[in-house]
C-alpha cells in the first residue's frame, strides 16, 4: 500500500475530514512528508507528459515534477501536512489589565480549491483581549498557516477567527480579509483589478456597533499608512 492510502485509511478510520481546506497533520508521522514527495513526483510528471512537454529534453522541465511536490507539500499547502506554529501564551499581567482592541495586519498566500490558482492578500485580526495573550508575530503566523492549503475565502475568515480564539480564549474576534484571486485574473474573465472582500466578526465585534466601527475604523487607517 502506497503511503497516501495509508494516510486516508488512518483518517477514515478516525472519522476525521479530509477536504482541501483541512489539517491533516495529526494523521502524518515523523517522516512521512518526503515519502509523500516521493509518491507525488511520477504523478506530477505524468501530467507534465500529459500535457506533452519533453522532460527529457527540455532543460527547465527535467526536475519539474520534484518541484512541484515539494512546493506542494512543503510550501503551497503546508498548512494541510503541518501542525500550526507554536503560538505561545502569556496571562494578560498588563497593569489593570488590557482589555482594549487590537489590530494586526498579516500578509497571507493562499490556494483557490476550484483551479488552485494563487491567492494573495491582507487579514486584518482584531481581538479584545482575554486572560491570555499571544506574541504579536503570532497573529500573522496563524493567519498564514490558515492560509496555507486549498481553501474559500470565505472559510479563510472562519478559520483564522477559529484559531485566534483558541489561542487565546477571547471570544471577541474579527477577522477583514483583502485578496485577489487568481482564477479571475488568470482564467475566465481575466479582471485584473478585481478584489475581493470578506468579513467575519465574532462576539462584541459582531453584537455591539460600537466595537465594529472601532475595528473597521483601524483597518481603514492601517491601510492609510500601509507599505504600498
Known amino acids: ?42 504523478k506530477f510528471e505524468a501530467v507534465l507528459d500529459s500535457l506533452l512537454i519533453d522532460r527529457q529534453n527540455d532543460p527547465n522541465s527535467q526536475d519539474t515534477g520534484r518541484r512541484m511536490a515539494k512546493m506542494y507539500v512543503n510550501e503551497l499547502m503546508r498548512g494541510r501536512y503541518f501542525p500550526m506554529p507554536n503560538a505561545t501564551a502569556f496571562p494578560n499581567h498588563v497593569e489593570d489589565g488590557y482589555g482594549g482592541m487590537l ?25 479584545i483581549a482575554a486572560d491570555t495573550l499571544i506574541g504579536l508575530s503570532k497573529y500573522t503566523r496563524i493567519a498564514q498557516w490558515c492560509a496555507r492549503r486549498g481553501t474559500l475565502q470565505e472559510e479563510l475568515n472562519n478559520e483564522i477567527a477559529r484559531q485566534i480564539m483558541k489561542a487565546t480564549g477571547s471570544q471577541n474576534v474579527g477577522v477583514y480579509i483583502q485578496a485577489t484571486h487568481g482564477c479571475c485574473e488568470n482564467r475566465g474573465i481575466h479582471a485584473h483589478s478585481s478584489l475581493t472582500q470578506t468579513t467575519v466578526l465574532k462576539g462584541a465585534f459582531q453584537q455591539d456597533q460600537t466595537t465594529k466601527k472601532e475595528f473597521m475604523d483601524n483597518i481603514k487607517l492601517q491601510q492609510e499608512f500601509a507599505p504600498r
Do not use: F
Not at 490556494?111 to 494563487?118: I, K, N, V
Open 1 to 42: 500500500m502506497n503511503i497516501t492510502d495509508t494516510i486516508k485509511n488512518r483518517i477514515i478510520q478516525s472519522g476525521d475530514r479530509y477536504w482541501a481546506g483541512d489539517n491533516i497533520s495529526q494523521h502524518i508521522k515523523e517522516g512521512e512528508h518526503q515519502m509523500i514527495i516521493d509518491e507525488l513526483t511520477p
Open 103 to 127: 489590530v494586526v495586519r498579516s500578509e497571507i498566500k493562499s490556494l483557490c480549491s476550484h483551479h488552485h490558482q494563487p491567492v494573495s492578500g491582507v487579514a486584518y485580526i482584531g481581538i
